[in-house]
């Protein structure tokens, strides 16, 4: 019994507190919960008597100036340009790991999560710039081509058990790749500055540089972190939108460990060889051994893996409520609803998004391309689709480089309330079908 018990790590008083906190923090539904909320109180500051300081609030400047180099931005802009770095990294870490290890590895699984993230942007973004039709706006065809991750698991959670694991597959699916469709087109189709080729040169390098370091075995967090923040400065510098090594970087770390299961148990049974006894300490070949197994038991582990489970606590319970609190208040006015921009962005997220999705999708299994997953009928995933509307944090960080300050409140009105709808359908016509066949 006593061996047993000296299984696992000693037990204190604060594991008691700190452990179920600890799991909460990997509950992924919770980031849906903690968002929604985060985006209630930007509503509702932002139309109360505290709304002028709130607003301003976030455009306080804050940096460095040395000289002519000048690195002061708004606080605005480190939430949205820098902190959601690291969302984006969390994002490509996530697809990186899907093709490499998990799901996608099966080519035709794969296939209809891209062919309905595909159908997901083109025809959204076809509807939009038809229903505006050459008025103020066309630019921000991008809000209305991203799946917010956060609320669709938070929206499925409510239905628990009884959604199929195969639609929970697809849309999750589905999502990352909106996400890395929205922030590469947020990269390439221009809705950044002039290109500084010169500081674009040094981004290119550093990338280079990340890759040599990772080729010739170097495993110093600190230093890839140095080497990706010199990256970030420099695309910031060059004109595009920084939030691109968070994408590059993900997409670059490795999936496979350094140390190999075989080795490991060699290393530890090199440990347990030793008589139990207090001698760890000292500049011994005792210790040396031990921190040897330290490093293994870590290294064993994919980069790729440790940093997917380290970013998302702090992406799912900090960037991204921080960044609603940002961007998710505004003042509510009657007239923004007849601003052509409102109807256009609702009419992309509730009819395109759902439209496209289904359509790609049953265009791939059709075709051959792709294979829809078992138990998984065309109604649960047309029903499944209402849900992919939901285009809240990346429709967001889109307009607000998209529009201009005076479209900015219309689009943000336009996206909560097709998000909104989105959700409430998704949420529904699921119920629905999922209690049709319990009575069946």
């Not at 058990?161 to 929970?168: A, D, I, K, N, Y």
């Not at 970013?311 to 991204?320: A, D, I, K, S, T």
């Amino acid at each position: 019994m006593n061996d047993d018990g000296e299984a696992y790590l000693p037990s204190e008083i604060a594991d008691r507190f700190t452990g179920p906190f600890a799991r909460f923090l990997k509950v992924k539904t919770a980031t849906g919960g903690l968002l929604l909320l985060a985006t209630c109180v930007a509503l509702i500051v932002s139309n109360s008597a505290l709304s002028a300081p709130y607003l301003a609030f976030w455009d306080t400047p804050v940096g460095l100036h040395f000289g002519s180099l000048d690195f002061t931005r708004s606080l605005r802009h480190w939430i949205n340009e820098g902190l959601m770095t690291l969302f984006f990294l969390a994002v490509a870490l996530e697809l990186k790991r899907s093709f490499s290890l998990g799901e996608f590895r099966n080519p035709h699984v794969a296939a209809l999560s891209l062919a309905g993230a595909l159908g997901g942007m083109l025809v959204p973004a076809g509807l939009y710039l038809l229903l505006l039709n050459g008025q103020p706006g066309m630019t921000g065809w991008g809000t209305v081509v991203a799946t917010d991750t956060a609320f669709v698991v938070g929206c499925l959670a409510l239905l628990g058990s009884r959604v199929p694991p195969g639609l929970h597959l697809f849309l999750l699916s589905l999502a990352i790749f909106d996400d890395v469709g929205a922030i590469l087109i947020v990269a390439a189709v221009g809705y950044g500055d002039p290109l500084n080729w010169t500081a674009l040169a040094f981004a290119v390098v550093g990338v280079a540089t990340v890759a040599g370091a990772a080729r010739i075995g170097v495993r110093s967090i600190a230093v890839y972190l140095l080497l990706g923040a010199a990256i970030w400065f420099c695309l910031d510098a060059s004109g595009i939108h920084p939030t691109l090594t968070g994408i590059v970087l993900g997409l670059m770390a490795s999936t496979r460990g350094w140390v190999s299961d075989r080795r490991l148990h060699s290393i530890l049974a090199r440990v347990l060889s030793y008589p139990r006894g207090d001698h760890w300490s000292g500049d011994t070949t005792d210790r040396d051994d031990l921190r040897r197994a330290a490093i293994a038991a870590t290294e064993t582990l994919s980069p790729e893996e440790r940093l997917e489970t380290a970013l998302h606590p702090w992406v799912g319970f900090g960037v991204v409520p921080i960044f609603a609190l940002a961007n998710a208040g505004f003042v509510v006015s009657s007239a923004d609803f007849r601003q052509p921009v409102v109807m256009a962005i609702i009419g992309g997220l509730v009819l395109g998004k759902p439209i496209g999705v289904l359509t790609f999708s049953w265009l791939a299994v059709r075709t051959g391309v792709a294979n829809r997953p078992p138990g998984l009928s065309w109604r649960q995933l047309a029903a499944g689709a209402l849900l992919t509307g939901i285009g809240f944090t990346m429709s967001l960080y889109i307009a607000g480089i998209a529009y201009p300050p005076a479209e900015f409140n219309a689009a943000k009105l336009g996206i909560l309330t097709g998000s909104l709808c989105s959700a409430a359908a998704g949420i529904l016509v699921l119920a629905w079908l999922t209690l049709q066949r319990r009575t069946d």
